[in-house]
């Protein structure tokens, strides 16, 4: 089990941990309320490309949630700081996903289009709910033609009220069949933006913790970058997946009303 005493900084995933669609899980206010409290500070940490950071504060503000912009850090910020790292960001860019996907990359600097020609010299994909078969098409020739790849996040399914829908990793999935190629990935699980979140914070290892309902993102990321991890079990995750996909858990639990419990926050 985590001793959560210890942690400082809490790295959040949104979906199926905090909530459900529209549906506010029961303990989440007093969940976040309880790190500030303790003097701890939280991250929401999503690998969804598909909407902007003021988009999910909308949200959140819905469900009677306050946040600020530095309160986030998305799998679009760990593309950008990657990109600027490999020093790319002087490439004609496709980008693959939403709109709102391709301005925040605008916002941050990168040519981007969404428009396949010659002068296209790196493909960026992320989870596209305005998908077309224009697209799919576009992104076939660019990396036929040897264009770099990089994708935001592999999740599988974007979990909804009702069930679930394709997300990156299925429609990365769906390319890779079609070309032979593989992206490169940049959200959970790899270990990217626990490093950036850190860094960002302050926080070392032992005095944070990932907390999520995935086992091959939220937990994954949690062990490649070497923090405790909190598995919890309110979203997409069931208990069989440890064995499934190999990454084990620091600690399991019910839901954030479990880990508020052991907080002291009941």
Excluded: H
């Excluded at 929401?44 to 469900?63: D, H, I, P, W």
């Excluded at 850090?73 to 790319?88: C, G, N």
């Amino acid at each position: 089990m985590i001793d959560f005493s210890r942690k400082k900084l809490y790295l959040l995933d949104m979906d199926g941990t905090l909530y459900l669609g529209n549906r506010l899980f029961d303990g989440t206010r007093e969940f976040l309320s309880a790190i500030r409290k303790s003097g701890g500070r939280y991250l929401f940490l999503t690998n969804n490309s598909s909407r902007s950071v003021g988009a999910y504060m909308e949200r959140l503000q819905g469900m009677g949630i306050q946040s600020a912009p530095e309160d986030f850090l998305t799998s679009v910020d760990a593309l950008s700081a990657y990109l600027r790292e490999k020093q790319l960001g002087g490439r004609l860019i496709y980008a693959e996903g939403t709109e709102t996907f391709r301005e925040q990359l605008r916002d941050a600097g990168f040519r981007i289009t969404d428009r396949c020609s010659d002068e296209v010299t790196l493909l960026v994909s992320g989870f596209d709910t305005e998908l077309t078969f224009r697209k799919l098409e576009d992104a076939c020739r660019l990396l036929t033609s040897g264009v770099e790849w990089i994708a935001t996040n592999p999740d599988w399914v974007c979990p909804t009220e009702w069930g679930s829908v394709p997300d990156c990793g299925s429609v990365s999935e769906m390319l890779t069949r079609a070309t032979g190629r593989r992206p490169v990935f940049i959200g959970k699980p790899e270990p990217y933006m626990v490093f950036l979140a850190m860094k960002r914070c302050g926080a070392e290892r032992d005095e944070t913790v990932v907390i999520g309902d995935r086992i091959y993102t939220d937990v994954a990321c949690g062990v490649n970058a070497g923090v405790e991890s909190a598995f919890v079990l309110s979203g997409e995750g069931v208990p069989a997946d440890i064995e499934k996909y190999g990454f084990r858990p620091s600690g399991i639990y019910r839901d954030v009303r479990e880990i508020l419990n052991l907080m002291g926050g009941a």
